[in-house]
């Protein structure tokens, strides 16, 4: 039932290891503390042996939620709230919070994981891939050139047409994915031109979710294509996790250079770079709690739990039934559907009040908390894991007959994986997401030939 969670390669002795070193050297860690820390590197674990044998969708999504929802969290009540704004401080107690966190992110999981297989949806047939690719050189060249040019429509379209354009933009990504998983050599060029594209526009926009996102999906087809060795996973995972880090600590920074004039691009970020060297602000520890917001989604959830019902009652669905109709209906047929990023519903429940260009979410868990309370909740989490469980294994389905379809549900999740985003635009994007995907394979139904399956 659950092989994903417990059966897949894992290094249970290391892990042994780091739940003692973590008890020996942190003996003022709360048992809740401990416990979602000892969860999150259980999923950062699995993620680590996943890599070379499958895109690891599930894990990534395990693993992002446990930092936003436990490691932010177990910082910020473990002293890095004492640098923090009081805005931004956890204003109820770990107990408090972890009493919900804690089963609502493990059913999530669970839910996610439940009657997985072998991680179906992940696990890519490499060789009906291979097949497809050299059968169907120029398909990946169009799916590069289709995202090139919609990226650029997407600018001028309303927001409604500009989504599904965005969509489509993402598509390059997928053509050079499969380019790679179908050559012997990789296609330097392509690759280039393509992370170049998203590298330009993350630094124009100040905006850097889209580039760690599918960097992390490139990082995954690199591992299946050339399996390196756990030193190297290591070498590099560390080098990923030091360079985002960074990032963190320099983005705000370059925000304001860029607002005041600089232009955008890697020189800015050279000198932001420079600047924090400097005046030793880069690691500095009040530098980096101040940060610790970024990772950590918990404080919107304490002021939603110290907010309802206490100041607003449950919604008992009906917040949630906004939020799918956001979600599912276009706006031609409900024309007053909630926006993204629509201030009153988050105000409402947070009782946080946003500054103009300050954008939050409530997030999945906080929807959760919101329409069901902490039981009713933690239910509606596991329910949430078991539809994103089923859209991999309908892939999987279906990839039995189109091996390359799975190459496409990096398309699917891109977003979904975060955590912090709001349940509507996260469910939205997951239902336009399948059917642009239906809408590409219907017109290009002979292109996408079906192919034997090679498991």
């Not at 999504?61 to 936003?68: S, T």
């Not at 109820?92 to 991680?119: E, M, R």
């Not at 690759?191 to 999906?217: A, P, Q």
């Not at 009652?313 to 949630?320: C, H, R, V, Y």
């Amino acid at each position: 039932m659950f092989d994903t969670l417990y059966k897949v390669k894992f290094n249970w002795p290391l892990f042994t290891f780091m739940a003692i070193i973590l008890y020996a050297f942190f003996p003022g860690l709360s048992m809740y503390s401990y416990l979602a820390l000892m969860i999150f590197i259980h999923q950062v674990f699995l993620l680590f042996y996943a890599l070379n044998y499958v895109v690891p969708i599930r894990y990534i999504f395990g693993v992002l939620m446990c930092i936003q929802m436990f490691l932010g969290p177990v910082l910020a009540y473990n002293g890095l709230d004492q640098f923090q704004y009081q805005y931004y401080r956890m204003v109820v107690p770990d107990a408090v919070y972890f009493t919900y966190a804690l089963p609502a992110v493990s059913f999530f999981i669970i839910g996610l994981n439940l009657y997985a297989g072998k991680l179906e949806g992940e696990l890519l047939d490499r060789v009906g891939i291979k097949t497809f690719a050299n059968e169907h050189q120029e398909l990946p060249y169009w799916l590069i050139g289709i995202g090139f040019i919609t990226s650029v429509l997407s600018s001028v379209f309303s927001s409604e047409w500009a989504f599904f354009l965005y969509l489509l933009g993402n598509l390059k990504f997928i053509g050079v994915f499969m380019l790679i998983l179908g050559d012997k050599k990789l296609k330097w060029f392509e690759l280039s031109l393509v992370y170049g594209s998203i590298v330009t526009s993350s630094l124009s926009g100040g905006m850097f979710h889209d580039l760690l996102t599918w960097l992390l999906m490139l990082g995954a087809i690199l591992a299946i294509k050339y399996k390196r060795g756990e030193r190297f996973k290591l070498f590099f995972g560390l080098g990923f996790i030091l360079a985002v880090v960074i990032l963190q600590q320099l983005k705000g920074a370059y925000r304001i250079a860029t607002g005041e004039g600089d232009e955008a691009g890697i020189e800015t970020m050279q000198k932001v770079y420079e600047q924090k060297q400097d005046d030793n602000s880069l690691f500095n520890l009040a530098k980096i709690a101040s940060n610790n917001v970024r990772i950590n989604q918990g404080f919107i959830i304490t002021n939603i739990m110290r907010n309802v019902p206490a100041k607003v009652p449950f919604a008992d669905g009906d917040e949630l039934k906004l939020l799918l109709e956001a979600a599912i209906l276009p706006r031609f047929l409900a024309p007053d559907k909630l926006k993204a990023g629509d201030r009153t519903i988050f105000t409402r429940y947070s009782g946080l009040n946003l500054r103009i260009g300050t954008s939050m979410g409530l997030s999945s868990v906080g929807d959760a908390y919101i329409n069901f309370g902490i039981v009713g909740g933690c239910i509606f989490m596991f329910f949430l894991g078991l539809l994103y469980n089923f859209v991999l294994k309908q892939f999987f389905s279906y990839s039995k007959n189109i091996p390359v379809l799975l190459l496409f549900t990096p398309l699917v999740f891109y977003y979904p994986i975060r955590p912090d985003c709001e349940l509507q635009t996260i469910l939205g994007h997951l239902v336009k997401s399948c059917f642009v995907i239906f809408v590409i394979f219907f017109i290009w139904k002979r292109k996408f030939s079906l192919l034997p399956a090679n498991n």
